[in-house]
């Protein structure tokens, strides 16, 4: 078993994440962190984080960037409206952009691992979004754990279990696992109910749906389906 921190948002990438690498892999999580950087679900992803990490039985922390929030001008931060395409473009990415983000959140894990000795970060890279966004490619994940074998001592690996996965199939491994997808918080919009408009929610609904997952939709987006 290998000491591990796992970034935890409280979305659908990140829990499966966590609850995939706690039944299949030798990565022993201790500790989540969920970032605070003025975003929309700020206050929801915090506290549904620290849900998932109360189940897990996993210590949470949460890092206050309020300078990230004064240099995103994109929309899920600034007052702008969100995608709501339900597709992954290079234009509906650019509006939500946030300016380093996975790499800033990665660096900060790092500095953990460099002082307690955590030896890994694990962080939900998946197929579908690393297509049009550049830091959820395995090209991301390798580089950016080469940069820590000299920008730290303890030399930690980011690893992304998901990263060859879509969405669906991400829905379909949290079933058979147990994942409490009742704490999921992928909305763009939304404090605490999802919308279920935005690209985000509209991408979490579909998944649900191809995997039956109809209980889910009911108790994330307040709908009764067949």
Known sequence: MTKSIVLLSGGLDSLVTLGYSKKHTDYNVELALTFDYGQKSSQAEIEYSKKIAEYYNIEHKIISLDWLKEITQTALVADTK????????????????????NALFLNIAAAFCDSYGYKYILYGANKE????????????????????KTSTLV?????APLINYNKNDIVRIAVEDGVPLEYVRSCYNSAYKHCGKCESCTNLKNALK?????????????????
């Open 129 to 148: 979004e690393g297509s049009t966004f550049p830091d959820n490619t395995e090209e991301f994940r390798a580089s950016i754990t080469e940069v820590f």
């Open 155 to 159: 030399h930690p690996k980011v690893a």
């Open 210 to 226: 191809a995997n039956n997952c109809y209980k889910y939709i009911n108790i994330l987006f307040g709908e009764n389906e067949d």
């Open 82 to 101: 969100v995608p709501e395409t339900g597709l992954y473009t290079k234009e509906s990415a650019a509006l939500v952009w946030v300016p380093n983000r």
